[in-house]
């Protein structure tokens, strides 16, 4: 990033609220962040490489997915976003164009722009994120909990794996918000009954009878027939370069100057 191009101190503060978060993670399913670069006009946030592309155009690549190779990716994508929250960090902007493959095909989350610190049972209510993607309760303006709006994003990325195009569309945004406040949605015969009954499960408009992690976790759907994936917290002693290990530093601020 070239740091004359990062004159709004929003733009700042969002920066350096990214490469906080990310340093702070730790989860195979996580893209890994492993150190910033400074120089006086730039500045290098090196990651670690995915070479897979991103899931949305494996999506139109395919048409959609079968259900089987569906739930392996969904798998992996409750496990990260669920060790985010861990956290105490909601993501707010999960959809397959920030879901990145690595060389092994597994699920990668990106982009954590628009990411937040929220405190254990706290409200946010700032709206952001793609709007096809948003919940019901952000796009009415209302206080919202993070885990609620990303499980909601999750579901939506579901569909769209299992269906190939998403359940709300319109140029009209304020048709999309009133489709989507409404939850008024068709899945196509194609889609096994336990894959509806989980998506349904998922984009409930009353985030109260939402499924939560758990939920979703223990429906016959995310564990029927399909292996379910071990997930563990990231373990790598650094980014290798030929004879030399650049460590991954756990502790040291990145301040953006």
């Not at 292996?227 to 301040?255: A, E």
Request: net charge positive; with cysteine; charged share 25%.
């Amino acid at each position: 990033m070239e740091k004359i191009k990062i004159l709004d101190p929003s733009d700042k503060m969002r920066i350096e609220k990214e490469i906080n978060i990310l340093k702070q993670l730790r989860h195979n399913n996580i893209i890994q962040q492993y150190c910033i670069i400074e120089t006086n006009n730039t500045i290098y946030i090196i990651t670690e490489y995915c070479s897979g592309g991103e899931l949305f155009d494996y999506i139109i690549s395919k048409k959609k997915l079968l259900e089987s190779e569906a739930c392996k990716i969904f798998q992996q994508l409750i496990a990260g976003v669920e060790y985010i929250h861990s956290m105490g960090v909601v993501h707010r902007d999960l959809k397959p164009e920030n879901l990145l493959f690595d060389y092994k095909r597994d699920v990668k989350i990106a982009d954590l722009g628009l990411s937040n610190y929220y405190p254990p049972g706290g409200l946010l209510s700032t709206p952001c994120g793609s709007p096809c993607y948003a919940a019901p309760e952000m796009v009415r303006g209302l206080k919202y909990h993070g885990a609620g709006v990303d499980i909601w994003s999750c579901g939506i990325v579901l569909y769209t794996m299992v269906c190939g195009y998403l359940p709300f569309e319109d140029d009209n945004q304020e048709k999309l918000f009133m489709k989507i406040a409404k939850g008024n949605f068709s899945i196509p015969s194609h889609v096994s009954p336990h894959c509806k009954d989980l998506m349904k499960s998922i984009l409930n408009t009353d985030p109260s009878k939402r499924f939560n992690f758990s939920k979703i976790k223990e429906h016959t759907w995310f564990k029927m027939g399909f292996n379910i994936t071990k997930f563990n917290i990231f373990d790598s002693p650094g980014l290798s370069l030929k004879d030399f290990i650049i460590p991954v530093n756990y502790f040291t601020n990145y301040l953006v100057r």
